[in-house]
Structures are given as C-alpha cells and as structure tokens.
C-alpha cells in the first residue's frame, strides 16, 4: 500500500487530504476567523464588487471633489474599485431618486446634498424619492460656507454695489445656479429677500458650468462652494465679495461675511453626507459607518477637506437621520416664511 506513496500524484492527494481533515477539526470560530481576517466588512464585503458614489451633480464642483476624495481614501483603505459616477440634472434630483432604486446591497450609494435630502422634499411637490422611505444615511461628511462672486462686466466691487446695483435696475442682474432649490438658489433668494431686491434666475446641471458662463460674463453673480469660487476670484475670472458664514473663512481671511457687508446676521453653510438604498443590511451600514468616520478623522483627509473649504462632520447614521430631519424642518420653515417657490 505505502508503494503507492511514491509517486508525486499520490503525495499531494494524501497531503490535500491530510489538510482538509485538519481543517475540520478546527472549531467553527477559529474557521470564521480565518474568512474575516482575508475580507474587512461583512460577508466580504466590498470585495465582491465595484462599489459607486453616485453624485448629483456634473462633474468639477464642490460635491464632485468631495466625493472623489473619498473615493481615492476607501480605494486605498479597502484596496478595491471605488469610483465616482456623475448623474446630473433637476437639481440633483436624477442622481438622488437613481440610487434610491439601486439593489440595496451596499455597491451604489449616494454623496447627498443639502438640496436633495432636505430642501426638495419640501419645496417640490412631486418628488421621486422619499428621504424617510427610500434611504439608509450612514454618516454626514462635511459642511462649508459659500462665497458670493460677481463678474468682471458688472462692474461690482463689493457687496454694496452688488445691492445697489439690484435696487437700481430690478430684474436686470442675473444670476447662476447648479439647478432649480439648490443651496445656491435658495441662498440667493434669501439674499434677494433680505435687501428687498429682484434678479434674474439663470439654473444649470453644475456649478461648474455656470461659473464658466460666470466668468464669460454671461451672467452677473453667483453664489458657489469655497474651493471652486476661491479659485476662480484668484484667477481673476471674477470677483469674490464676501462668505456666507457668520465668521471669516481661514482660506480667504481678508473676506468679509455677509454680516459684516450689510446683511445683518445672514449665514448659509451647505452639507454633504453618505447614504445607501433602503433595505441595504445593517451590517453594511454599520461597517460603512465605521470605515468613512474613521476616515473623515484621520489628519490627512481632514486636511485635504480643509485645502477644499470642508470641516468634517462625521456621525452615526441615526445621527445622520435625525439631522437630516431637523434640517427639512428648518428649510420647511424657511421656505414657508419666505413665500419660496422654485421658477
């Protein structure tokens, strides 16, 4: 019998066997242990597929570079594909109502926007998703100021003439957004609201574009994210007149804020967070939640949001939620004082 051991064929059928029964006589813990030390996330996850960022949005804004941050840093961590995918339009409403039909697995999520989660569902009355229903928040990412830029053309040098300039000639100033109730329109018409003014409104698919048409001087002022505006004003493709939060901005602090430019405490500070298709496994969420809190805290990406304009925030998702609910109060209660309606 032992004869039969001589030959290489032979040898590695008995020792294939001589480790399977090893194997089985493992305790099922120290077996299971085994599997999760080759996978991080649950039932191996994300190692069996791409994982999508959708984001709203066309590519080059705030929201794009964001969630291309975070892509580069999961990839890396996770050392699998995470990439970012651009669905624009209705003011962020494709991409949002695209994930919230996704599989719910974990393998598309969403970069939410302020504007999506919790100004559409108040100010447009046919909606195609439901915030409550329709997703699972797994963490807020970052917040920022914005900044409100004018043109070359018009001539304005600083708040003030931005004002007198819209009192002067109603209707006649016109202004760039990336789409209908978007942070941007509902910050400029709470603006408009405050100085008692009129002005045209101009709705692209991004921010990108229409600070393109910005510095073309096709239109007359807008409101964008710190980065981006910054950039532009640096380049001299426009002129950058004040920042949206109640103190100045470490990025720019020769700007004034809006309060101190004649707008009496006026502040609007946009958001971004993380969220998957309803009915994704808890396990997933938990394990999501774990992995972009841990990222948003380490001091690389804090700093790379900071170059961006961005301060971390990072929660839990019931956090999340709850934010997210309290923020579609507070815009509810904002557009109804305000008598807000999208063109």
Partial sequence: MFK???????????????AAAALATLPLSAALAQVAAQHPGPGGYPHNGRVVIVVPFAAGGATDIVARLLADEMTRRW??????????????????????????????????????????????????????????PVTQLASTPLVLLASNKSGVRTVQDLVAAIKSRPDAISYGTSGNATSQHLTTLMLLSRIGGK?????????????????????????????????????????????????????????????????????????????????????????????????????AVKAKLAAQGFTPKPMTPEGFRKFIHDETMKFAELIRTNNITID
């Fill in 79 to 136: 050392e699998t594909s995470v990439v970012v995918d651009n669905k624009a339009g209705a003011g962020g409403g494709i991409g949002t109502e695209f994930v919230a039909r996704a599989r719910p697995d974990g393998y598309t999520l969403l970069l939410g926007t302020q504007t999506a989660l919790a100004v559409n569902p108040t100010i447009i009355k046919k909606l195609g998703y439901n915030v409550d229903r329709d997703f699972a």
């Fill in 199 to 299: 002005a045209v409104h101009v709705p692209y698919k991004g921010s990108s574009q229409s600070l393109v048409d910005l510095a073309g001087n096709q239109i007359d002022m807008q409101f964008d994210n710190m980065t981006t505006a910054l950039a532009f004003a640096r380049n001299g493709q426009a002129k950058a007149l004040a920042v949206t939060s109640l103190t100045r901005t470490e990025l720019q602090p020769d700007l004034p804020t809006l309060a101190e430019s004649g707008v009496s405490g006026f502040e609007a500070v946009t958001w971004l967070g993380l969220l998957a298709p309803a009915n994704t496994p808890a396990a997933v969420v938990s394990w999501l939640n774990k992995e972009v809190v841990g990222a948003l805290e380490s001091p």
């Fill in 4 to 18: 039969s051991l001589k030959t290489p064929i032979a040898r590695r059928r008995v020792a294939t066997a001589v």
